[in-house]
Protein backbone atom coordinates (compact mmCIF):
# COMPACT_ATOMS: atom_id res chain seq x y z
CA UNK A 1 0.00 0.00 0.00
CA UNK A 2 1.33 3.57 -0.52
CA UNK A 3 1.91 6.06 1.74
CA UNK A 4 -0.09 9.03 1.21
CA UNK A 5 1.32 11.16 3.61
CA UNK A 6 5.14 10.97 1.66
CA UNK A 7 5.87 14.05 -0.47
CA UNK A 8 5.28 13.71 -4.61
CA UNK A 9 7.98 11.66 -5.90
CA UNK A 10 9.66 10.71 -3.25
CA UNK A 11 9.21 6.56 -2.02
CA UNK A 12 8.53 5.92 1.52
CA UNK A 13 12.09 4.82 3.06
CA UNK A 14 11.72 1.07 3.83
CA UNK A 15 10.96 0.06 7.30
CA UNK A 16 14.29 -1.55 9.26
CA UNK A 17 14.09 -5.05 9.90
CA UNK A 18 13.18 -6.15 13.15
CA UNK A 19 11.08 -2.89 13.92
CA UNK A 20 7.68 -2.10 14.72
CA UNK A 21 5.30 0.40 13.79
CA UNK A 22 6.53 4.03 13.52
CA UNK A 23 5.58 5.56 16.90
CA UNK A 24 4.07 2.30 18.17
CA UNK A 25 4.94 1.67 22.07
CA UNK A 26 6.29 4.62 22.85
CA UNK A 27 5.87 6.19 26.40
CA UNK A 28 5.49 9.83 24.17
CA UNK A 29 3.95 11.29 21.27
CA UNK A 30 5.96 10.79 18.05
CA UNK A 31 6.62 14.66 18.16
CA UNK A 32 8.92 14.49 21.74
CA UNK A 33 10.52 11.21 20.86
CA UNK A 34 11.66 12.93 17.84
CA UNK A 35 13.13 15.97 19.10
CA UNK A 36 14.54 13.26 22.51
CA UNK A 37 16.52 11.86 19.36
CA UNK A 38 17.75 14.82 18.44
CA UNK A 39 18.35 16.25 21.62
CA UNK A 40 20.57 13.18 21.76
CA UNK A 41 22.75 13.60 18.53
CA UNK A 42 23.27 17.11 19.84
CA UNK A 43 24.72 16.31 23.18
CA UNK A 44 26.51 13.13 21.63
CA UNK A 45 28.24 15.58 19.01
CA UNK A 46 29.22 18.33 21.45
CA UNK A 47 30.88 15.01 23.35
CA UNK A 48 32.45 13.27 20.51
CA UNK A 49 33.97 16.77 19.55
CA UNK A 50 35.67 17.07 23.05
CA UNK A 51 37.33 14.20 23.01
CA UNK A 52 38.98 14.81 19.54
CA UNK A 53 40.18 18.45 21.08
CA UNK A 54 41.53 16.44 24.11
CA UNK A 55 43.31 13.95 22.15
CA UNK A 56 44.79 17.28 19.70
CA UNK A 57 45.15 19.13 23.02
CA UNK A 58 46.99 16.32 24.71
CA UNK A 59 49.00 14.90 22.07
CA UNK A 60 50.39 18.41 21.20
CA UNK A 61 51.60 18.67 25.00
CA UNK A 62 53.08 15.42 25.04
CA UNK A 63 54.72 14.84 21.50
CA UNK A 64 54.96 18.58 19.89
CA UNK A 65 54.39 19.93 17.23
CA UNK A 66 50.71 20.80 17.20
CA UNK A 67 50.13 20.43 13.08
CA UNK A 68 51.51 16.88 12.86
CA UNK A 69 49.44 16.12 15.42
CA UNK A 70 46.74 17.26 14.67
CA UNK A 71 46.85 16.14 11.37
CA UNK A 72 47.52 12.49 12.75
CA UNK A 73 44.25 12.81 14.49
CA UNK A 74 41.93 14.33 12.50
CA UNK A 75 42.83 11.76 9.23
CA UNK A 76 42.80 8.46 11.68
CA UNK A 77 39.51 9.90 12.86
CA UNK A 78 37.89 10.35 10.21
CA UNK A 79 38.77 7.27 8.44
CA UNK A 80 37.55 5.20 11.66
CA UNK A 81 34.41 6.71 11.67
CA UNK A 82 34.14 5.52 7.40
CA UNK A 83 34.88 1.97 9.26
CA UNK A 84 32.50 2.74 12.11
CA UNK A 85 29.85 3.23 9.62
CA UNK A 86 30.11 0.54 7.71
CA UNK A 87 30.38 -1.87 11.13
CA UNK A 88 26.97 -0.55 11.64
CA UNK A 89 25.59 -2.46 9.21
CA UNK A 90 25.37 -5.31 11.26
CA UNK A 91 23.45 -3.87 14.23
CA UNK A 92 20.26 -2.47 11.81
CA UNK A 93 18.31 -5.01 12.99
CA UNK A 94 18.75 -4.16 16.70
CA UNK A 95 19.44 -0.44 16.61
CA UNK A 96 18.59 0.38 19.84
CA UNK A 97 20.48 -2.35 21.44
CA UNK A 98 23.30 -1.09 19.28
CA UNK A 99 23.43 2.18 19.80
CA UNK A 100 22.85 1.98 23.98
CA UNK A 101 26.16 -0.33 23.07
CA UNK A 102 28.07 2.08 21.12
CA UNK A 103 27.22 5.06 23.57
CA UNK A 104 28.67 3.13 26.55
CA UNK A 105 31.89 2.17 24.85
CA UNK A 106 32.54 5.52 23.55
CA UNK A 107 32.01 7.18 27.18
CA UNK A 108 34.42 4.70 28.84
CA UNK A 109 36.99 4.95 26.13
CA UNK A 110 36.53 8.63 25.38
CA UNK A 111 36.67 9.34 29.23
CA UNK A 112 39.84 7.73 30.08
CA UNK A 113 41.47 8.79 26.53
CA UNK A 114 43.71 11.68 27.92
CA UNK A 115 44.34 9.57 31.39
CA UNK A 116 45.60 6.56 29.19
CA UNK A 117 47.65 8.91 26.84
CA UNK A 118 49.22 10.67 30.10
CA UNK A 119 49.98 7.27 31.62
CA UNK A 120 51.82 6.16 28.17
CA UNK A 121 54.09 9.16 28.09
CA UNK A 122 54.92 9.03 31.99
CA UNK A 123 55.42 5.54 32.31
CA UNK A 124 56.27 4.16 28.38
CA UNK A 125 58.13 7.29 27.50
CA UNK A 126 55.98 7.07 24.26
CA UNK A 127 52.79 8.30 23.34
CA UNK A 128 52.03 8.37 20.18
CA UNK A 129 50.62 4.82 19.21
CA UNK A 130 48.44 5.32 21.91
CA UNK A 131 47.61 8.69 20.25
CA UNK A 132 46.58 6.76 17.52
CA UNK A 133 45.01 4.11 18.53
CA UNK A 134 42.52 6.08 20.66
CA UNK A 135 41.73 8.17 17.71
CA UNK A 136 40.76 5.11 15.96
CA UNK A 137 38.82 3.40 18.44
CA UNK A 138 37.06 6.87 19.23
CA UNK A 139 36.37 7.60 15.23
CA UNK A 140 35.04 3.71 14.62
CA UNK A 141 32.38 4.78 17.33
CA UNK A 142 31.41 7.84 16.47
CA UNK A 143 30.62 7.21 12.54
CA UNK A 144 28.36 4.08 13.96
CA UNK A 145 26.04 6.38 15.85
CA UNK A 146 24.41 8.40 12.38
CA UNK A 147 23.47 4.98 11.22
CA UNK A 148 21.63 3.78 14.06
CA UNK A 149 20.15 7.09 14.61
CA UNK A 150 18.81 7.09 11.26
CA UNK A 151 16.85 4.00 11.46
CA UNK A 152 15.97 4.95 15.34
CA UNK A 153 14.35 8.48 13.96
CA UNK A 154 12.42 6.58 11.59
CA UNK A 155 11.05 4.35 14.11
CA UNK A 156 9.38 6.70 15.51
CA UNK A 157 8.08 9.07 12.57
CA UNK A 158 8.61 7.70 8.77
CA UNK A 159 9.88 10.35 6.47
CA UNK A 160 11.80 10.83 3.51
CA UNK A 161 15.41 9.82 4.15
CA UNK A 162 16.80 13.54 2.95
CA UNK A 163 14.55 14.92 5.59
CA UNK A 164 16.20 12.32 8.13
CA UNK A 165 19.89 13.00 7.35
CA UNK A 166 19.06 16.66 7.12
CA UNK A 167 17.76 17.08 10.50
CA UNK A 168 20.25 14.57 11.74
CA UNK A 169 23.12 16.45 10.25
CA UNK A 170 21.95 19.84 11.58
CA UNK A 171 21.76 18.57 15.13
CA UNK A 172 24.88 16.93 15.11
CA UNK A 173 26.87 19.94 13.53
CA UNK A 174 25.32 22.40 16.37
CA UNK A 175 26.26 19.80 19.19
CA UNK A 176 29.68 20.22 17.50
CA UNK A 177 29.75 23.51 17.91
CA UNK A 178 28.67 23.41 21.42
CA UNK A 179 31.46 21.00 22.40
CA UNK A 180 34.22 22.87 20.06
CA UNK A 181 33.52 26.28 22.32
CA UNK A 182 32.71 24.27 25.71
CA UNK A 183 36.62 22.83 25.44
CA UNK A 184 39.03 25.57 25.69
CA UNK A 185 36.53 27.80 27.30
CA UNK A 186 35.01 25.85 30.10
CA UNK A 187 36.59 22.14 30.35
CA UNK A 188 39.98 22.99 29.95
CA UNK A 189 40.36 25.77 32.34
CA UNK A 190 37.88 24.98 35.17
CA UNK A 191 38.01 21.01 35.10
CA UNK A 192 41.53 20.48 33.04
CA UNK A 193 42.32 17.88 30.78
CA UNK A 194 41.74 14.72 32.71
CA UNK A 195 38.90 15.12 34.55
CA UNK A 196 36.95 17.33 31.69
CA UNK A 197 37.40 14.07 29.77
CA UNK A 198 35.88 12.07 32.41
CA UNK A 199 32.95 14.47 32.52
CA UNK A 200 32.58 14.64 29.08
CA UNK A 201 32.36 10.60 29.18
CA UNK A 202 29.38 10.66 31.73
CA UNK A 203 27.25 12.94 30.03
CA UNK A 204 27.62 10.62 27.00
CA UNK A 205 26.92 7.69 28.80
CA UNK A 206 24.11 9.18 30.71
CA UNK A 207 22.01 10.48 27.64
CA UNK A 208 22.87 7.85 25.46
CA UNK A 209 21.96 5.04 27.94
CA UNK A 210 18.94 7.15 29.39
CA UNK A 211 17.58 7.75 25.43
CA UNK A 212 17.68 4.25 24.59
CA UNK A 213 16.51 2.74 28.11
CA UNK A 214 13.75 4.88 28.51
CA UNK A 215 12.40 6.20 24.66
CA UNK A 216 13.26 2.50 23.18
CA UNK A 217 12.73 0.38 25.67
CA UNK A 218 9.84 -1.62 24.31
CA UNK A 219 12.57 -2.41 21.42
CA UNK A 220 14.80 -3.80 23.77
CA UNK A 221 14.78 -7.78 24.99
CA UNK A 222 14.71 -8.48 29.11
CA UNK A 223 18.44 -9.36 28.44
CA UNK A 224 19.43 -7.09 26.20
CA UNK A 225 17.54 -4.08 28.36
CA UNK A 226 19.68 -5.66 31.63
CA UNK A 227 23.17 -6.03 29.51
CA UNK A 228 22.90 -2.07 28.65
CA UNK A 229 21.69 -1.30 32.70
CA UNK A 230 24.70 -3.25 33.88
CA UNK A 231 26.88 -1.32 31.12
CA UNK A 232 26.27 2.09 31.91
CA UNK A 233 26.08 1.33 35.87
CA UNK A 234 30.07 0.12 35.43
CA UNK A 235 30.90 2.52 33.23
CA UNK A 236 29.65 5.66 35.18
CA UNK A 237 31.20 4.10 38.03
CA UNK A 238 34.32 3.78 36.62
CA UNK A 239 34.18 7.31 35.65
CA UNK A 240 33.13 8.58 38.73
CA UNK A 241 35.98 6.82 40.31
CA UNK A 242 38.08 8.46 37.96
CA UNK A 243 37.60 11.46 37.98
CA UNK A 244 37.77 11.55 42.45
CA UNK A 245 41.70 10.18 41.93
CA UNK A 246 42.19 12.07 39.10
CA UNK A 247 44.09 14.04 41.07
CA UNK A 248 45.91 11.68 42.94
CA UNK A 249 47.03 9.98 39.10
CA UNK A 250 48.14 13.56 38.35
CA UNK A 251 50.80 13.68 41.06
CA UNK A 252 51.90 10.32 40.66
CA UNK A 253 52.01 10.85 36.62
CA UNK A 254 53.81 14.02 37.41
CA UNK A 255 56.31 12.39 39.41
CA UNK A 256 57.30 9.82 36.53
CA UNK A 257 57.60 12.64 34.85
CA UNK A 258 59.50 15.32 36.16
CA UNK A 259 60.75 13.13 39.30
CA UNK A 260 59.99 13.52 42.88
CA UNK A 261 60.18 17.22 43.64
CA UNK A 262 57.64 19.16 41.80
CA UNK A 263 56.77 21.99 43.78
CA UNK A 264 54.39 24.09 41.55
CA UNK A 265 51.79 22.37 38.63
CA UNK A 266 49.68 25.18 37.33
CA UNK A 267 47.35 24.93 34.20
CA UNK A 268 46.97 28.16 33.11
CA UNK A 269 44.55 29.34 30.32
CA UNK A 270 47.82 29.27 27.86
CA UNK A 271 49.98 26.23 28.78
CA UNK A 272 50.93 23.82 31.70
CA UNK A 273 53.60 25.25 34.07
CA UNK A 274 55.41 22.97 36.59
CA UNK A 275 58.05 23.71 38.72
CA UNK A 276 60.71 21.30 40.60
CA UNK A 277 63.00 21.55 42.69
CA UNK A 278 63.41 21.54 47.22
CA UNK A 279 61.27 23.76 48.60
CA UNK A 280 64.24 25.65 50.48
CA UNK A 281 67.77 25.86 48.99
CA UNK A 282 69.21 27.55 46.57
CA UNK A 283 67.40 28.49 43.14
CA UNK A 284 70.14 27.24 41.52
CA UNK A 285 68.42 24.13 41.59
CA UNK A 286 64.76 25.47 40.44
CA UNK A 287 63.69 23.82 36.59
CA UNK A 288 60.77 25.40 35.23
CA UNK A 289 58.33 23.24 32.61
CA UNK A 290 55.96 25.07 30.27
CA UNK A 291 53.69 22.26 28.31
CA UNK A 292 56.12 19.93 29.46
CA UNK A 293 59.50 21.33 27.78
CA UNK A 294 62.44 22.61 30.22
CA UNK A 295 62.00 26.44 29.52
CA UNK A 296 64.61 27.52 32.77
CA UNK A 297 66.63 25.61 34.43
CA UNK A 298 68.55 27.43 37.54
CA UNK A 299 71.78 25.73 37.29
CA UNK A 300 73.23 27.09 33.91
CA UNK A 301 70.32 29.91 33.03
CA UNK A 302 72.91 32.69 33.47
CA UNK A 303 74.81 31.62 30.28
CA UNK A 304 71.79 31.39 28.54
CA UNK A 305 70.35 35.36 29.76
CA UNK A 306 73.54 36.69 29.68
CA UNK A 307 74.47 35.67 25.87
CA UNK A 308 71.31 36.89 25.05
CA UNK A 309 71.03 40.09 26.73
CA UNK A 310 74.39 41.66 26.93
CA UNK A 311 75.76 42.12 23.59
CA UNK A 312 72.61 44.12 22.26
CA UNK A 313 72.87 46.67 25.52
CA UNK A 314 76.32 47.81 24.31
CA UNK A 315 74.76 50.75 22.58
CA UNK A 316 72.09 53.00 23.21
CA UNK A 317 69.27 51.18 25.81
CA UNK A 318 67.50 53.24 27.69
CA UNK A 319 64.50 51.92 26.82
CA UNK A 320 64.32 47.88 26.31
CA UNK A 321 61.40 45.95 24.75
CA UNK A 322 61.57 42.03 26.32
CA UNK A 323 58.96 40.05 24.20
CA UNK A 324 58.32 36.81 25.84
CA UNK A 325 60.43 36.62 29.24
CA UNK A 326 57.79 35.99 31.74
CA UNK A 327 59.56 34.59 33.91
CA UNK A 328 61.85 38.13 34.87
CA UNK A 329 65.34 36.59 34.06
CA UNK A 330 65.91 38.43 30.78
CA UNK A 331 64.72 41.42 32.51
CA UNK A 332 67.03 40.57 35.43
CA UNK A 333 69.98 41.03 33.06
CA UNK A 334 68.50 44.34 31.85
CA UNK A 335 67.96 46.07 34.89
CA UNK A 336 71.46 45.37 35.96
CA UNK A 337 72.32 48.86 33.67
CA UNK A 338 71.25 51.98 35.72
CA UNK A 339 70.87 54.16 33.35
CA UNK A 340 68.07 51.81 31.42
CA UNK A 341 64.98 53.77 32.01
CA UNK A 342 62.22 51.27 31.38
CA UNK A 343 61.93 48.22 29.97
CA UNK A 344 58.45 46.40 28.81
CA UNK A 345 58.24 42.79 29.03
CA UNK A 346 55.21 41.08 26.68
CA UNK A 347 54.15 38.19 27.96
CA UNK A 348 51.37 36.21 26.96
CA UNK A 349 50.84 33.97 29.87
CA UNK A 350 49.56 35.98 33.16
CA UNK A 351 50.20 32.57 35.02
CA UNK A 352 53.95 32.67 34.13
CA UNK A 353 54.37 36.17 35.24
CA UNK A 354 51.96 35.71 38.62
CA UNK A 355 54.57 32.83 39.56
CA UNK A 356 57.82 34.78 38.58
CA UNK A 357 56.58 37.84 41.25
CA UNK A 358 55.12 35.12 44.05
CA UNK A 359 57.11 32.08 44.25
CA UNK A 360 59.68 32.59 46.58
CA UNK A 361 63.02 30.32 44.48
CA UNK A 362 62.22 32.42 41.00
CA UNK A 363 61.69 35.64 42.22
CA UNK A 364 64.96 35.10 44.13
CA UNK A 365 66.26 33.69 40.50
CA UNK A 366 65.22 36.53 38.76
CA UNK A 367 66.27 39.31 41.55
CA UNK A 368 62.90 40.20 41.90
CA UNK A 369 62.90 42.13 38.52
CA UNK A 370 59.03 42.85 39.02
CA UNK A 371 59.43 45.34 41.90
CA UNK A 372 61.84 47.60 40.07
CA UNK A 373 59.78 50.36 39.09
CA UNK A 374 61.28 50.63 35.57
CA UNK A 375 59.90 47.63 34.49
CA UNK A 376 56.21 47.51 32.90
CA UNK A 377 54.14 44.49 31.91
CA UNK A 378 51.87 43.66 29.09
CA UNK A 379 49.82 40.50 28.47
CA UNK A 380 49.23 40.44 25.73
CA UNK A 381 50.29 38.12 22.28
CA UNK A 382 53.72 40.20 21.36
CA UNK A 383 52.91 39.32 17.50
CA UNK A 384 49.73 41.63 17.81
CA UNK A 385 51.21 44.06 20.34
CA UNK A 386 53.68 44.85 17.72
CA UNK A 387 51.04 45.92 15.25
CA UNK A 388 49.34 47.80 17.61
CA UNK A 389 49.40 51.67 18.75
CA UNK A 390 51.54 50.78 22.05
CA UNK A 391 55.00 49.99 19.34
CA UNK A 392 54.84 52.82 17.87
CA UNK A 393 56.94 54.21 20.91
CA UNK A 394 60.35 53.22 19.33
CA UNK A 395 63.00 51.37 21.82
CA UNK A 396 66.69 51.08 22.23
CA UNK A 397 66.66 47.72 22.19
CA UNK A 398 64.55 44.34 21.51
CA UNK A 399 65.06 41.04 23.34
CA UNK A 400 63.05 38.09 21.64
CA UNK A 401 63.39 35.68 24.53
CA UNK A 402 60.54 33.20 23.03
CA UNK A 403 60.14 29.69 23.09
CA UNK A 404 62.18 27.44 20.19
CA UNK A 405 60.83 28.38 16.63
CA UNK A 406 60.07 24.63 16.10
CA UNK A 407 56.83 24.45 18.52
CA UNK A 408 54.18 25.27 15.95
CA UNK A 409 52.58 28.12 18.32
CA UNK A 410 55.71 30.18 18.17
CA UNK A 411 56.44 30.04 14.62
CA UNK A 412 54.58 33.23 14.11
CA UNK A 413 56.99 34.92 16.62
CA UNK A 414 59.34 33.82 14.17
CA UNK A 415 58.07 35.10 10.78
CA UNK A 416 59.71 37.51 8.34
CA UNK A 417 56.08 39.67 8.92
CA UNK A 418 57.00 39.29 12.70
CA UNK A 419 60.59 40.53 12.44
CA UNK A 420 59.55 43.62 9.97
CA UNK A 421 57.07 44.50 12.72
CA UNK A 422 60.18 44.31 15.30
CA UNK A 423 62.59 46.55 13.50
CA UNK A 424 59.52 49.38 12.77
CA UNK A 425 59.61 49.46 16.46
CA UNK A 426 63.69 50.18 16.62
CA UNK A 427 65.42 53.50 17.40
CA UNK A 428 67.89 54.41 14.64
CA UNK A 429 71.31 52.22 15.90
CA UNK A 430 68.93 49.86 17.95
CA UNK A 431 69.62 46.34 18.11
CA UNK A 432 67.67 43.29 18.47
CA UNK A 433 68.24 39.80 19.68
CA UNK A 434 67.03 36.83 19.03
CA UNK A 435 67.11 33.44 20.41
CA UNK A 436 66.95 31.40 17.42
CA UNK A 437 67.38 27.74 18.96
CA UNK A 438 70.19 25.00 19.01
CA UNK A 439 72.93 25.81 16.48
CA UNK A 440 74.63 22.74 16.46
CA UNK A 441 71.93 20.06 16.78
CA UNK A 442 69.28 22.05 14.72
CA UNK A 443 70.80 24.32 12.57
CA UNK A 444 68.55 24.31 9.68
CA UNK A 445 66.12 25.78 11.95
CA UNK A 446 68.55 28.38 13.38
CA UNK A 447 69.86 29.49 10.02
CA UNK A 448 66.45 30.10 8.39
CA UNK A 449 65.51 32.16 11.80
CA UNK A 450 68.86 34.08 10.58
CA UNK A 451 67.39 33.74 6.72
CA UNK A 452 64.41 35.05 7.79
CA UNK A 453 65.76 38.37 9.91
CA UNK A 454 67.68 38.86 7.15
CA UNK A 455 64.71 39.10 4.66
CA UNK A 456 62.90 41.92 7.08
CA UNK A 457 65.43 44.26 6.32
CA UNK A 458 67.83 43.26 9.22
CA UNK A 459 71.46 43.05 9.22
CA UNK A 460 73.15 40.26 11.55
CA UNK A 461 75.51 39.07 13.23
CA UNK A 462 74.95 34.91 14.47
CA UNK A 463 76.54 33.42 17.21
CA UNK A 464 75.69 30.84 20.32
CA UNK A 465 76.86 30.76 23.58
CA UNK A 466 77.08 26.79 25.88
CA UNK A 467 78.04 24.83 22.87
CA UNK A 468 81.24 26.34 23.03
CA UNK A 469 83.65 26.27 26.60
CA UNK A 470 86.91 28.22 25.74
CA UNK A 471 86.47 31.96 26.69
CA UNK A 472 83.43 31.56 28.62
CA UNK A 473 84.43 33.05 32.75
CA UNK A 474 85.00 30.06 35.24
CA UNK A 475 81.57 30.61 37.25
CA UNK A 476 80.68 29.38 40.51
CA UNK A 477 79.50 25.82 39.48
CA UNK A 478 82.67 25.18 37.59
CA UNK A 479 85.17 22.43 38.79
CA UNK A 480 88.78 23.16 39.11
CA UNK A 481 89.43 21.74 35.75
CA UNK A 482 87.55 24.01 34.23
CA UNK A 483 84.79 21.71 32.93
CA UNK A 484 81.18 22.29 34.20
CA UNK A 485 79.46 19.95 36.21
CA UNK A 486 76.72 19.15 33.46
CA UNK A 487 77.06 19.24 29.73
CA UNK A 488 76.70 23.15 28.60
CA UNK A 489 73.66 23.51 26.59
CA UNK A 490 73.28 24.65 23.06
CA UNK A 491 72.19 27.99 22.44
CA UNK A 492 72.05 29.70 19.22
CA UNK A 493 71.25 33.54 19.15
CA UNK A 494 71.45 36.09 16.47
CA UNK A 495 71.63 39.84 16.70
CA UNK A 496 70.36 42.04 14.43
CA UNK A 497 70.29 46.33 13.52
CA UNK A 498 68.98 48.22 10.50
CA UNK A 499 72.02 50.09 9.63
CA UNK A 500 74.82 47.57 10.02
CA UNK A 501 75.52 44.25 10.94
CA UNK A 502 76.35 44.60 14.62
CA UNK A 503 79.53 43.89 17.03
CA UNK A 504 79.66 41.48 19.30
CA UNK A 505 81.27 42.59 22.63
CA UNK A 506 80.51 43.65 25.85
CA UNK A 507 81.32 47.18 27.30
CA UNK A 508 83.90 47.73 30.06
CA UNK A 509 81.43 48.86 32.59
CA UNK A 510 78.72 46.03 32.14
CA UNK A 511 78.27 44.48 35.75
CA UNK A 512 80.09 41.92 36.35
CA UNK A 513 79.19 38.52 34.52
CA UNK A 514 80.19 35.35 34.75
CA UNK A 515 79.60 33.46 31.98
CA UNK A 516 79.81 36.09 29.09
CA UNK A 517 82.60 38.50 27.33
CA UNK A 518 83.85 39.61 24.09
CA UNK A 519 86.17 37.15 23.55
CA UNK A 520 84.01 34.32 24.14
CA UNK A 521 81.08 36.21 21.78
CA UNK A 522 83.58 36.76 19.06
CA UNK A 523 84.35 33.43 19.47
CA UNK A 524 81.22 31.77 18.78
CA UNK A 525 80.42 34.20 16.09
CA UNK A 526 83.86 32.95 13.89
CA UNK A 527 82.54 29.35 14.91
CA UNK A 528 79.23 30.28 13.63
CA UNK A 529 80.19 31.87 10.40
CA UNK A 530 82.92 28.69 9.28
CA UNK A 531 79.65 26.15 9.27
CA UNK A 532 77.28 29.09 7.35
CA UNK A 533 75.16 26.87 5.10
CA UNK A 534 74.02 28.44 1.68
CA UNK A 535 71.09 30.68 2.20
CA UNK A 536 67.77 29.48 3.33
CA UNK A 537 64.39 30.85 2.28
CA UNK A 538 62.74 32.73 5.10
CA UNK A 539 59.83 32.02 7.04
CA UNK A 540 56.75 34.03 6.38
CA UNK A 541 52.94 33.50 8.02
CA UNK A 542 51.56 31.27 4.49
CA UNK A 543 54.64 29.18 4.31
CA UNK A 544 56.27 28.34 7.92
CA UNK A 545 59.45 26.62 7.57
CA UNK A 546 60.36 25.13 10.85
CA UNK A 547 59.87 21.74 11.47
Not at 316 to 344: K, N, Q
Not at 364 to 374: I, K, M, Y
Not at 447 to 459: M, Q
Request: glycine residues 10%; contains cysteine; charged residues 20%.
Amino acid sequence: MIDRSAPRGVLPAPEPQGAKTASAGLPVPPRTGRFLVLATVFVCAACGLVYELELLALGSYLIGDSVTQASVVLSVMVFAMGVGSLLAKRLRRRPAFGFGAIEAGLALLGGFSAMALYASFAWLGESRPALVGFSFGIGVLIGAEIPLLMVLIQRIRRQDAGGAVADLFAADYVGALVGGLAFPFLLLPVFGQLTGAMLTGTVNAAVGGGLVLWLFRRDLSRRCRWLLIAANVFVLAVLAAGTVLADDFERVARTAVYGGEVRVAVQTGVQELVMTGPPTGSPRSLDLYLDGRLRVSGYDEYRYHEALVHPAMTGPHRRVLVLGGGDGLAAREVLRYRDVDSVTVVELDPGVVRLARTDPMLSALNGRAFEDPRLVVVTEDAFHWLRGPAARDRFDVIVSDLPDPGITPSTKLYSQEFYGLAARALNPGGRLAVHAGPLTTRPRTYWTVESTLGAAGLLTTPYSAGGRLSGFAAGPDRTPGGDTAVPPQDWGFVLAARDRAPELRVDRDTPALRAVSTRALQDAARDAARVRPAALPPSTLPHPRYS
